[in-house]
């Protein structure tokens, strides 16, 4: 797989305001830039809701320069986004990560290529596990037909499989279980964690089990960013509403925004700001 660096890892800069010219003349202070960090995707699909997640991320904050770049798969390459932001003067930028969990490319990718660029730059914690992340997977079950238990012999046959890529890193499935039990605090219903690739268990394996245990009123939650590969084949597994990616959603927005404003009040660290309030 091409990863975006794999040069070794260097100190994260600590972020200072890039000079903006005034009206006077003299260079005014403005903000870091925000580099939203996509995966990448073969899916054409994937490109453009990265593309409207972003739009949204500009109309609640219009004076933040917002721009995207890719691990593999897509153009623009995250080296490009930075050499290009180089080439402009941009003196700052903070990595956003479009990604739900801890990882290799969150922990090793991103920061590496960072720590490579010209532009000085602090990294974000990914997007999950957070509250707002919940907000975007219960609206998303609801547009696809999920509807809360009215009895209680109703919420015993319920559950709801959180669909996942999932990881090698054990990280990645401890952030995923915090969601899934973020989410079934919501819905008051099980909620389990499931993985297209790498982790166990499957998807249709974890939709096995719960219809094993008599719960056969099963949604699946997609886990995902953007649609892709592995979001269809988890949508495919489901005997009942399969919920859409979690794309442009508000609340993904105002999560994307959230984990900027904690990277720029972080202290200068050499590893992402992984906090998940």
């Known amino acids: 797989m091409k990863r975006i660096s794999s040069q070794p890892a260097a100190r994260i800069g600590l972020v200072r305001p890039a000079p903006r010219p005034g009206t006077d ?36 904050r219009p004076e933040l320069p917002v721009h995207l770049g890719h691990i593999e ?20 930028a903070v990595l956003v990560p479009l990604l739900l969990s801890r990882g290799y490319h969150v922990k090793r990718d ?39 238990p009215t009895s209680d012999a109703e919420r015993r046959t319920s559950a709801v ?11 990645a499935a401890v952030d995923t279980g915090r969601t899934a039990r973020l989410l079934s ?9 499931a993985y297209a690739t790498t982790s166990a268990p499957t998807v249709p394996l974890a939709i096995e089990a719960l219809t094993a245990r008599g719960r056969h009123r099963v949604a699946v939650a997609s886990y995902f960013t953007a649609p892709g590969r592995f979001a269809t084949e988890s949508a495919a597994a489901a005997p009942g509403p399969a919920a859409a990616p979690l794309g442009p959603h508000e609340a ?13 009040a972080a202290p200068a660290r050499t590893t992402p700001h992984l906090a998940s309030a």
């Open 110 to 148: 991103i920061p590496e290529t960072a720590a490579t660029a010209r532009v000085r730059t602090r990294v974000a914690a990914p997007l999950g596990p957070h509250p707002l992340l919940v907000d975007a997977l219960h609206a998303r079950l609801t547009e696809a037909g999920w509807r809360a």
């Open 252 to 264: 993904m927005a105002r999560l994307v925004l959230h984990r900027y404003d904690q990277a720029t």
């Open 73 to 92: 798969l897509n153009e623009p390459l995250l080296t490009d986004t930075l050499a290009r932001l180089d080439a402009t003067d941009t003196a700052d």
């Open 185 to 193: 605090a919501r819905l008051g219903v099980p909620v389990v964690p």
């Open 25 to 60: 003349g003299r260079r005014r202070p403005g903000p870091p830039a925000l580099v939203a960090v996509a995966h990448g995707s073969r899916d054409p699909r994937a490109l453009s809701t990265v593309h409207a997640l972003l739009d949204r991320v500009r109309a609640l």
């Open 161 to 171: 499989v959180l669909a996942a890529a999932g990881s090698r890193d054990p990280d």
